[in-house]
Structure formats: structure tokens, C-alpha cells
């Protein structure tokens, strides 16, 4: 096998694999190393998204959703169920299943578009006339050369001082994703997505679940309005969120772990959880990568250092994904995939940050695009708002879930759409309408003057941009 590659790319989450399959489309002798493994030993490429992310997550939420919707809104439906249970290692066998079913997708996908993968950690070696060697050193022990080098290594999970993931008691998403018999009581520490997302699943098939979250307000980057309903909402369901607090000394005992915080009105506690999840970010994984090799900047934080091309500090080696600024969302990664083996190409390969969607698969989920209300305030931008509640559509109410709303945000005199905000039923289905009319810099109106099927949630949406202009139907 040659091992002179035109594009080499590290990494093979969601930022490296598609960076990998769009360099070959477009003629480059391409390959990408992983080091993921599965239970097995062998290679599992997908990143943290398909091992540990995004995809078993929204298994889990799915399971978890099913059986609290058995155990309560079925009755609605006149539909009674005896005797529920849920068998929660087959819920932990199932979502596992369906990360493999990803993990050998993406290696068809490889083989289809003829993507030579090696599985094992790449680190760069030398640069020398213009090209770069990186070893690979795992199950394929090889040094290749690159041209272009795209790095994708991702992110790892921020611990707090002091209280090491063991991911037994104290747990990472990987740990949360694992847990095989439910807690009697769960602690989260961070009320973010994938804290709220976890602390979802637990909470849906019994565990007293408590968030403790040191921010003084609730999704402080969502549109406020969207964050208060949706704090409304999850904590009617029985989730404990305390917001404001400063988490003290975690010690973890044998079986339990013991958390002491003083909470927002300067009370003291001390609690003791079966499990803790600690979800207060991510960092950046450049580790083994031996980016020194090559001269490779990183800045401040730690992150590869790009510019607005994802273009590193070295000639022809690119950055994508979570290792690099921005969001850390897996959509995002792809986006800057696919443009950064397009500029490779020598094409115009572009990532609009105004309009990457963000989503919170909570029930009802929360979803949004482009500026929030408060953005809009402060930066003194007028605008013109429109509500419609999902109680009002049709569709939800058939669906039995007319929890949440859909909120516009557009220009004060041009009426361009300038941020859409949802919470309720499949908001992350909806959001891809609005995110199609800012990428192509509609107006509230063009939304209103389109037909939407009926009856559909996506009405609510028609109906929002209708609102800006004061002019609801059903409303
Ligand atoms: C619980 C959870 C839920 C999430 N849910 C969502 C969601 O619903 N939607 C969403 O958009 N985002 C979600 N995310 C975020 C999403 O997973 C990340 O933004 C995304 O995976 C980033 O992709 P990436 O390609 O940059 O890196 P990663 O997916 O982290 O992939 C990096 C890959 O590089 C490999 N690697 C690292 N270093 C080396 C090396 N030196 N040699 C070889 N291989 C190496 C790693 O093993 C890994 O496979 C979630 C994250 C978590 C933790």
C-alpha cells in the first residue's frame, strides 16, 4: 500500500470523516487515522458524536421518552398499560447497537469512496519539503505523508478539580451513557445541553435527579423568553435544577458521592448522590498529536490557533471541528470539513456562523438559530418579534404535546429575519426551515406567505412570522 497521500486527515469524528469522504469526491488520494476503539479492540471511527455523543444520547433519550410516554400520556389515548418495566442493560444493549450500526456505516462509507483508514493515533513526525509525515502508531504502526494534513481530534470531557472522572460514581458523558441499573439519586453538575439531556434520560426511568448549575440564569445563550418556558417546563417534569450555585468540596465514597454547595441564597448543603455526571464543558484534544513537530500554534485555550479558513499556523495543515473555536456541535465540525477539503481543491468552500442551528433534545426540545432578543437589545439593533404558541396548533394537539412556542425575531424596518427560537414538539425537525430562510436571507414575510402542510407543526412556524406583523390566524 502507497503511504504518499495528498490529504492526510486526523481524526475521524464527524469533522474528520466528512473532510475525508469530500477530499476523495474530489479526486485527492486521501486518508484519515482513528483511534477510537470498540469493545473489542477494533476501529470505531465516528468520534465522540457516534462513540459518545450525539448518537447514543438520542438513543437513550428515545428509550427513556418511549417508556415515560407508555407510563403516562398513553393513558390519554385510552391505551392502558399493566405491568410496565424497563430492562435498562437492553435499553444500554440497544443504544449500543445502534452506535455500531454508525461505526461500520462510516467505514463503508470509507471503503465507497476509497478513503485508505488506518486505525491507530497519528502524530506528526517532520515537515519536510513541503510535505508532512505522520506516524501511525496502533493496530497499523506506518508513517505516511501528506500534502494537506486536516487535523480533527475533537474534544475531551473538563473535569472539575479535584474530582477525577472515574466513571463509576463521578462520570463523564462516556460513564452517563453506560449507567446499567437506574440511580436512586442523580446528581448533575452543569445545566447545559448535555447535562439537561442526561439528566432527562435518568430522570424519565426513575432517578431523582438534581442539576446544580453555578450560572445565576438558565440557558443563559438561549433567547430568554424560549429559556424561561423551557425551565418551566423541565422542572414541572420533576427535574431539580438549582441555578446560581458554588459547588464546594466532592468526595467519593465507595458507593455514593457527597457533594457540598451553597446554593443561590447562601444556604449550605450536602448531598449525597449514587451517581454524579459532571457536564461543564469541553477541551480541546490535541494530546499525542505532537503538533511541536511542525510548529503548530495553539492559542490561549489550548485550541489549534485558525483563521476564518480553519488554515493553522503552518502551511497546507487545516483544523476542523472542536479542536478549533466556534461551537462545539457536530454540524459544525462537518460544515468546516467539507469547505476546508473544498479550499484544498482550490474552490470557495464557505461556514456561515450566523446560521448553524443549535438544539437541545430535551422533551419538548429547544431549538434555535441566528441573534436572541437580548442579542438584538444590546447591540441596539431594532426588530420586530412574533409569538405563537404550540397549545394553538392543531397538530400538536393531536399529537398530545402542546407544551412550548415558536418565536421570530426580524428586522425593525427591512424585515429580514434575524433569529427564530423554539421550544416544544420536534423543534429540531422545525428549525431547519428557519435556518433555510436566514441562509437565504428571507423575511418574516416570505414565511407567512408560504403554504404549510396541514394540519403540521411546522404551521406554528408559519404562524410566528405571522405574529411579527400582528397578523396570527389562529392565535
Ligand atoms: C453527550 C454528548 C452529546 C452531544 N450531542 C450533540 C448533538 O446532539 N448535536 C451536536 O451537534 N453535537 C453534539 N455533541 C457534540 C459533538 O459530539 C461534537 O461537537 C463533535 O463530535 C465534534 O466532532 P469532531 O470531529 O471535531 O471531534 P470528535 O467527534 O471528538 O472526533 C475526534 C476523533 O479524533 C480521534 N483522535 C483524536 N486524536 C487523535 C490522534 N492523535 N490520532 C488519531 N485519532 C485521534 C478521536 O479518537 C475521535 O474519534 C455532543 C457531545 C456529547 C459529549
Redesign the pocket.
Known sequence: MSKEFDVVV????????VAAIRAAQLGFKTAC????KNEKGGP???????????I???ALLQSSENYEHAGHAFADHGIEVKGLSIDIKKMIARKDNVVKQNNDGILYLFKKNKVTFFH????FEKAEGGVYSVKVAGAAEETITGKHVIV????N?RALPGAAFDEKLILS?TG??EIDAVPKKLGVIGAG??GL??GSVWRRVGAEVTVLEAMPTFLGAVDEQIAKEAQKLLAKQGLNINLGVKIGAITAGKKDVTVEYTDASGKEHKDVFDKLIV?IG?VP?????NAEAVGLKLDERGFIAVDGDCKTSQPNVWA????VRG???????EEE?VAVAERIAGQHGHVNFNTIPW?I?TSPEIAWVGKTEQQLKAEGVPYKAGTFPFMANGRARALGDTSGMVKFLADAKTDEILGVHMVGPMVSELISEAVVAMEFRASSEDIARICHAHPSLSESTKEAALAVDKRSLNF
Open positions: 486526523i481524526g475521524a469524528g464527524p469533522g474528520g470523516y487515522i482513528d483511534e477510537w470505531a471511527p465516528g468520534g465522540t458524536c457516534t462513540n459518545v455523543g450525539c447514543p444520547s438520542k491507530g493515533r497519528g502524530s480533527a481530534t475533537g474534544s470531557p458523558n452517563a451513557l445541553v448535555i439531556e442526561m457536564s469541553r484534544n490535541t494530546n499525542g498529536l476542523v471541528g472542536d479542536v461551537p462545539m456541535l457536530a454540524h459544525k465540525a470539513g438544539v433534545y
